[in-house]
């Protein structure tokens, strides 16, 4: 017998290391929170943790140990879990094959079951790799809900203007061959008198019930978006011609003009329409299509509002020469260049100066006198007529106080105040600082207010502005009276003191017996009222005479003194030994 012993002590001891060490691998394999597998130098699977398995149980069969990575691959796939057309099985696989040999491969992929999976792939020391699957769905599902958020208008739920520029740039995926689109840009009128007058809750409500009046009467194929504080686009797609959308458009706008209630208030607004349309094949690009919607929306605002108007190309002229003009005025304004011119009123038969209306004029760089039918309207549009009223109330104020020093005994200044004036929540205050600091009386001031200020704005922040203005001891004059529908109802719901009857009724009155009679009519009304009124743009002696008649003593017109600048002012009423200031010479 021969007997051989051996010290197996080192390898028993290796062996153990190794087990413990295998044990530890496993541990930290199941401690992995994401699935984890390990391939070696061959593309061959050796070992994947349980939740690797959890993540592809399709296939979990097939991850014994020799199978190789591509046979696993072309497994998972052919299940069907991936959203990939069947078309591009294999150019994905072999997409990931290169990925995976590549080494350092990242790949996200989503499955039909509405999961995300992030794959890692990196190699090992030995030329192997490692692949770690994670669940990203929840990251997914964060990121489109914010994706989803940037494109779309919390309030609503509509797009915003991201969202439909994003939408309608993918045209192919909404608009069939043959169509256009047509898109409708359509802006609320009167929505701020909401918000000043009842909240930004009822403003809201209104804004939501307009979102749900477009979704149900635009249609499923529309895309609609909310593009500003009380702006929509609608986006339609069309084979309709222009009388059919122009139809469309109308029957939108006078279901948003429906009135509606909030807390049993009252909330009604008006809506203005721009109209355009754009050809996928067409020439124009996309962009060009929806400035010319807003141009459209543009013109039918300063035409009046309320109304839908459809782009034509001599627009965008006029568009670029509205935005030139906005411009110069920022740039006078900053130049001091806007002044009031003062209009002499007069009484009759005396002939004395009673008061002066302030109206605004532009002075060119030239020294041209611009009046303000030249630009009121795209200052009122640009938000600017702000600016250009409080420039005017300093002025027109400095002038009266001037007057007083030069030695006219009280007169008195009507000063005209826009709508976006008197909707301001500040205007009293405004008004009290400018007259008190000069030691200006209140009843020296008229505040001239529009009468289709009234008619268009019908806010209760202007009537409480108004009637705070008249409680402050400011008189209150409704201009061009007669020229809208509210002239009678103003004088029983706002505290006026005086009208001035506009031109309209006084042109033609010595020859037209209607003229005369309702001429008389209003005087005699504003008689028993103890409404003072007065008569504005007297050009000739048979309208002067004919209203002196009537009994009516106030005037004003170019037959009795045209608007002048101050200093003109001075010295016309110098001439006419009005003024006893040793000064005026040198103004």
């Given at each position: 017998w021969l007997?051989?012993?051996f010290d197996i002590s080192v390898q028993i001891t290796a062996e153990a290391e190794a087990a413990k060490a295998v044990n530890q691998l496993a541990v930290a394999m199941e401690a992995i929170p994401d699935g984890f597998a390990l391939f070696d130098?061959?593309?061959?699977?050796?070992?994947?943790?349980?939740?690797?398995?959890?993540l592809y149980p399709?296939?979990?069969?097939?991850?014994?140990?020799?199978?190789?990575?591509k046979s696993i691959l072309r497994a998972d796939v052919a299940t069907g879990n991936y959203r990939i057309p069947r078309s591009q099985h294999p150019i994905w696989i072999e997409t990931r094959l290169a990925q995976y040999r590549d080494g350092g491969s990242t790949a996200e992929v989503e499955r039909t079951d509405g999961r995300w999976f992030r794959v890692l792939e990196r190699p090992t020391s030995t030329g192997g790799r490692v692949a770690f699957t994670i669940d990203i769905t929840r990251t997914k599902t964060r990121q489109v809900e914010l994706e989803n958020a940037a494109l779309t208008d919390a309030l609503t739920g509509l797009l915003n203007r991201r969202g439909i520029s994003d939408r309608i740039s993918k045209t192919d995926q909404w608009v069939t061959a043959g169509e256009r689109i047509a898109f409708l840009h359509l802006d609320l009128d009167k929505f701020k008198t909401v918000n000043d007058a009842l909240g930004h809750?009822?403003?809201?409500?209104?804004?939501?019930?307009?979102?749900?009046?477009?979704?149900?009467?635009?249609?499923?194929?529309a895309e609609i978006a909310r593009v500003g504080g009380d702006e929509f686009v609608v986006a339609l797609p069309s084979e309709h011609g222009e009388d059919q959308v122009f139809a469309f458009a109308e029957t939108l706008r006078a279901a948003i003009t429906q009135p509606s209630y909030y807390k049993e208030r009252l909330c009604q607004v008006g809506?203005?329409?721009?109209?355009?349309?754009?050809?996928?094949?067409?020439?124009?690009?996309?962009?060009?299509?929806?400035?010319?919607?807003?141009?459209?929306?543009?013109?039918?605002?300063?035409?009046?509002?309320?109304?839908t108007v459809v782009f034509r190309k001599r627009m965008r002229a006029q568009a670029v020469e509205m935005a030139q003009i906005a411009s110069k005025i920022k740039e006078s304004l900053r130049e001091e260049r806007f002044v009031p011119f003062f209009q002499p009123q007069i009484e009759w038969p005396s002939g004395r100066v009673c008061g002066f209306e302030t109206l605004v004029r532009w002075i060119g760089e030239d020294g041209s006198v611009t009046p303000a039918g030249a630009f009121i309207n795209v200052a009122n549009e640009t938000g600017l007529i702000l600016d250009i009223d409080r420039e005017m109330l300093a002025l027109g104020l400095d002038a009266l106080y001037n007057l007083t020093q030069e030695g006219f005994e009280n007169p008195s200044l009507s000063i005209n105040l826009s709508s976006a004036m008197l909707r301001s929540p500040d205007l009293l205050d405004t008004v009290l600082d400018a007259v008190g600091w000069r030691g200006l009386?209140?009843?020296?001031?008229?505040?001239?207010?529009?009468?289709?200020?009234?008619?268009?704005?019908?806010?209760?922040?202007?009537?409480?502005?108004?009637?705070a203005l008249a409680e402050a001891g400011f008189r209150i004059e409704l201009d061009d009276f007669g020229t809208g529908h509210t002239a009678l109802a103003s004088l029983r719901k706002f505290p006026?003191?005086?009208?001035?009857?506009?031109?309209?009724?006084?042109?033609?009155?010595?020859?037209?017996?209607?003229?005369?009679?309702?001429?008389?009519?209003?005087?005699?009304?504003?008689?028993?009222?103890?409404?003072?009124t007065i008569a504005e743009g007297i050009e000739t002696d048979a309208e002067l005479a004919v209203l002196s008649q009537i009994g009516i003593s106030k005037f004003q017109g170019y037959m009795l003194a045209k608007p002048m600048s101050y200093s003109a002012l001075l010295r016309w009423l110098a001439d006419r030994g009005d003024l006893q200031s040793r000064h005026v010479s040198e103004a």
């Open positions: 007997t051989f012993v130098e061959q593309e061959r699977f050796i070992t994947c943790n349980a939740t690797f398995r959890k399709d296939i979990s069969a097939l991850l014994v140990k020799g199978a190789t990575f809750e009822a403003g809201d409500f209104v804004l939501t019930t307009v979102s749900s009046k477009l979704l149900e009467m635009a249609g499923e194929r809506a203005s329409i721009g109209i355009s349309f754009w050809c996928p094949n067409g020439s124009d690009p996309l962009e060009q299509a929806l400035l010319d919607a807003d141009t459209a929306l543009m013109q039918g605002k300063t035409l009046g509002r309320n109304r009386q209140h009843e020296q001031i008229n505040i001239e207010i529009l009468e289709s200020t009234l008619l268009d704005d019908r806010s209760d922040t202007i009537g409480t502005n108004i009637n006026v003191h005086r009208i001035k009857i506009d031109r309209s009724l006084i042109k033609t009155i010595d020859s037209d017996p209607s003229l005369q009679a309702i001429t008389e009519g209003i005087f005699s009304l504003c008689q028993r009222l103890g409404v003072d």
